[in-house]
């Protein structure tokens, strides 16, 4: 998972990056407003973490720009600011936590993961784990790269488990769809991650449930 850190107070951000990266999560660090926006521009996040109290750009205009051009990834405020006022502005921007400084690291930690989770459902198959909505795949908890083809097929597989798919949904992802490319496929993706696939002849494939 990869987070964006907007924080300008150098010992805190310092600590917070070891933290997470210690619990993995990739963490792109801005001390400042405008500076985030870039990075949010270039790069795809799971998870902002905003100060509010920031140069150039504060944390809550930061996250209405974001909103107003259609960014919903999820935003959590952690900010020593305590009135009312400034929480019920955060809010209105659509942050989806604020956290009140100081705080205690293990608590973040929970809320983030449990945010990630709720937002990005996954699928656990043996030892392989795949998110749905961000189509990540983890082996072993280790992400694994496939090309564009394999992963749609495995995403195909996964979504639709126990159901026969045939093979012209298949096809559809395929650059140059033919029976023997599509076996395959699916012969690699059975031996890379140990996956119980039927092959309904002349139909399809089906992901056969393990217990």
């Known amino acids: 998972m990869k987070l964006l850190l907007l924080e300008d107070d150098?010992?805190?951000?310092?600590?917070?990056?070891?933290?997470?990266?210690?619990?993995?999560?990739?963490?792109?660090?801005?001390?400042?407003?405008?500076?985030?926006?870039?990075?949010?521009?270039?790069?795809?996040?799971?998870?902002?973490?905003?100060?509010?109290?920031?140069p150039l750009l504060n944390g809550i205009d930061f996250l209405k720009l974001l909103r107003d051009n259609g960014d919903n990834t999820p935003a959590f405020f952690i900010s020593a600011l305590?009135?009312?006022?400034?929480?019920?502005?955060?809010?209105?921007s659509q942050c989806d936590?604020?956290?009140?400084?100081?705080?205690?690291?293990?608590?973040?930690?929970?809320?983030?993961?449990?945010?990630?989770?709720?937002?990005?459902p996954e699928i656990i198959y043996g030892n392989l784990r795949y998110c749905l909505h961000t189509k990540r795949i983890y082996w072993c908890d280790k992400e694994i790269d496939l090309g564009p083809v394999e992963?749609?097929?495995?995403?195909?597989?996964m979504r639709n488990m126990s159901q026969t798919i045939e093979k012209d949904t298949f096809?559809?992802?395929?650059?140059?769809?033919?029976?023997?490319?599509?076996?395959?496929?699916?012969?690699?993706l059975k031996k890379r991650f140990s996956l119980h696939v039927t092959n309904i002849k002349g139909i399809g494939y089906r992901l056969e449930k393990i217990c």
């Not at 801005?30 to 920031?54: P, T």
């Not at 305590?82 to 209105?92: E, M, P």
């Not at 705080?103 to 945010?115: N, Q, V, W």
């Not at 096809?171 to 690699?188: C, G, Q, S, W, Y």
Request: net charge negative.
């Open 10 to 54: 150098y010992l805190l951000s310092t600590a917070l990056i070891t933290l997470l990266n210690d619990e993995g999560f990739e963490v792109e660090h801005a001390n400042d407003g405008e500076e985030a926006l870039e990075m949010s521009y270039a790069q795809k996040f799971d998870l902002y973490l905003l100060d509010i109290n920031v």
């Open 171 to 188: 096809f559809e992802v395929m650059e140059k769809p033919t029976d023997i490319a599509l076996r395959v496929h699916m012969n690699a």
């Open 82 to 92: 305590k009135d009312i006022s400034t929480i019920s502005k955060a809010f209105d």
């Open 151 to 157: 992963k749609e097929i495995l995403d195909l597989l």
């Open 97 to 120: 936590d604020y956290i009140k400084k100081p705080f205690d690291f293990d608590e973040l930690l929970i809320r983030i993961k449990a945010h990630l989770v709720k937002k990005n």
